[in-house]
C-alpha cells in the first residue's frame, strides 16, 4: 500500500530565506507526483507535475526534483515571500492521487 | 476560460440526512474524481468517472456513491451523515493525461 509522508509538518521562516519541502513514498511505482499549494479552507493550486521518467520540473521560484530509486520528491522554494504562506502538499499518482499530510508554511516579513 | 467549479460551497447538514454535491469539470476534460479532505489531513480518494463510467473507488462505505452525466458534470451522493463526514469535499477534472485540477471545494458540517 502506497504511503506519503511529507516532512517538515509545519515550517516558520523569515522572507527571503530559501527551503526545501520533503516527501517521500513508498512505492517506486509511479506514474507521476504532482505538488500542489492549499490556501486555508480553499482547494488545491497544482504547483508542478514531475513525470516518472523525469527528474526535475522548474517554475519561477519553485523547482521539485523525483528521485524514484530512494523514494524521494523535493520542493524547492527560492527567495520565500510572505505570499507563499499556505499548505504544500505532494500527491504521487498510481491510478489515483494519494495525498500526504501536507507541510504548513509561514513566511513572516 | 473557467476552471473546475463546485456547487455549493458551503452546507450544513443534520446527521441522518443526505447531500448531493455537484462539479462541473473544465471543458474538454472527460474525467472526474472525488476527494476527502478533513481537517489537518491530506485529500483522501472516494471515486473517480471517465466517460460516465466508474473508474476507481477508495475506501469508503457504500453511503457514499456517485455519477457522472453526459456532459460530464458529476454528483456525489452521501446518505445517512454521520459526524465524521463533516470535511472539505474536493472534485478535480482532468483530459486524459495525468494534470489533475482541483475546484475550491464544499465544505459540508454536519450536525
Known amino acids: 500500500k502506497q504511503e506519503v509522508t511529507q516532512i517538515p509538518a509545519a515550517l516558520s521562516v523569515p522572507e527571503g530565506e530559501n527551503l526545501v519541502l520533503n516527501c517521500s513514498f513508498t512505492?517506486?511505482?509511479?506514474?507521476?507526483l504532482q505538488w500542489f499549494r492549499q490556501d486555508p479552507g480553499k482547494g488545491l493550486t497544482s504547483l508542478l507535475l514531475?513525470?516518472?521518467?523525469?527528474r526535475e520540473q522548474t517554475s519561477g521560484r519553485l523547482n521539485a526534483s523525483l528521485d524514484k530509486s530512494s523514494g524521494r520528491s523535493t520542493l524547492y522554494i527560492a527567495a520565500s515571500q510572505p505570499g507563499d504562506s499556505a499548505t504544500y502538499l505532494c500527491?504521487?499518482?498510481?491510478?489515483?492521487?494519494?495525498f500526504g499530510t501536507g507541510t504548513r508554511l509561514q513566511v513572516f516579513p | 476560460d473557467a476552471g473546475v467549479t463546485q456547487s455549493p460551497t458551503h452546507l450544513i447538514k443534520t446527521r441522518g440526512q443526505q447531500v448531493t454535491l455537484r462539479c462541473s469539470p473544465i471543458s474538454g476534460h472527460k474525467s472526474v474524481s472525488w476527494y476527502q479532505q478533513v481537517l489537518g489531513q491530506g485529500p483522501q480518494f472516494i471515486f473517480q468517472y471517465y466517460e460516465k463510467e466508474e473508474r476507481g473507488r477508495g475506501n469508503f462505505p457504500d453511503r457514499f456513491s456517485a455519477r457522472q452525466f453526459p456532459n460530464y458534470s458529476s454528483e456525489l451522493n452521501v446518505n445517512a451523515l454521520l459526524l465524521g463526514d463533516s470535511a472539505l469535499y474536493l472534485c478535480?477534472?482532468?483530459?486524459?493525461?495525468?494534470?489533475?485540477?482541483f475546484g475550491q471545494g464544499t465544505r459540508l458540517t454536519v450536525v
Open positions: 500527491a504521487v499518482a498510481d491510478d489515483k492521487l494519494i
Open positions: 512505492d517506486s511505482a509511479i506514474y507521476n
Open positions: 478535480a477534472s482532468s483530459l486524459v493525461g495525468p494534470w489533475a485540477f
Open positions: 514531475i513525470q516518472s521518467s523525469q
